[in-house]
C-alpha cells in the first residue's frame, strides 16, 4: 500500500464501509506526484494516474462496485498549484512553461489574510503556484475537470486551497466540473469563508471546526460559543445546511491527540453528526 492504500484496497473495503453506515467516500488526489509525495496534492503530470494508487482501469472498477453498494466516490482535487519542482517547470505537464505560473514569492501565513494579492499569487511552501489568468492554465484546467469527472463518474468534487486562487475561476471550474462541489478554505472567520460558497455548492465548514475543538477540545470553552457561531454561519453563507461539518481531518492534529478523553471525543462526534 501507499500512503494509505489504493484503489484496490478501497474496492475490497466497500461492504465493509457500507455496514458502517457510509454512503460516501473521499479519495485522495488522482494525478502522478513527485518522488516521494504520497499525498496527491503535488502533480507532475496531471493527465497520469498516480501509480502508487493504481490504474485507470482499477479506479474505474471501484467506483463501478462503490455505486452498485449505493456509495458515492467524492474526488479531492487540486488546481492551485502543482509539485515542488522550484522553477524546473519542463517537469510538469502540460503547464511547463515559466509563463504558466506566478512570479516566484512566498506566503507569510501570519499575514495572508489582510493580503489577497499574496495569498492569491504566492507559493504555499514549495509549490509553485499556477496562474489561473493565463488563458492556457484556465480552459486546461476546466477541460481537466469536466473530463475526469465523465470519464471515471465521479459524483463529486473536494476542491483543495480555495482561498489561494481568485474566487472568479471557481465558479467556471464548478461548472465545467458538473458535480457537487466542496471547497477548503482553511479559515476561522465566518464572514470571509462564506464568500467562496458564491461561486460553488459548499465548503468545508473550518469556521464550526475552531468552535468545536474550542467546545468539547483542548478550549473547554462555554457552550454559548456554539450558538454564536451558528448566528454567523447562517447569517453569511447562502445555504449553511450544505456546509461540511468535521471534528478533524488530513490537515489537522487529530482531536485525541490534542485532547486525549474519548468520553469528550464522542459528544464532539454526536454533535458533528446531528
Known sequence: TWGGGTFNGIKQK???IK???FDAIWISPIPENQGEDYHGYAFLNMYKVNPRFGT?????AMVKEAHKLGIYVMLDVVANHVACVDENFTKIFPFNKTEHYHPFCEIDFEKMWINQ???ENCRLFCL???DQKHPFV???LKEWIKNIVQEYAFDGIRIDTVAHVPVDFWKEYAEAAGVFQIGEVFYGNSQVVAEYQKSMDSLVNY???YTINNVFGKGRTNMSEIKTRFAEIHKYFKDADALGTFVDNHDNARFLNITPNI????????FALF
Open 19 to 21: 455496514t458502517m453506515g
Open 128 to 130: 509553485p503556484d499556477l
Open 117 to 119: 494579492t499574496m495569498r
Open 56 to 60: 485507470a482501469d482499477e479506479l474505474k
Open 207 to 209: 469556521p464550526l471546526y
Open 14 to 16: 466497500l461492504s465493509y
Open 263 to 270: 468520553k469528550l471525543f464522542k459528544n464532539a462526534l454526536v
Open 138 to 140: 484556465r480552459e486546461k
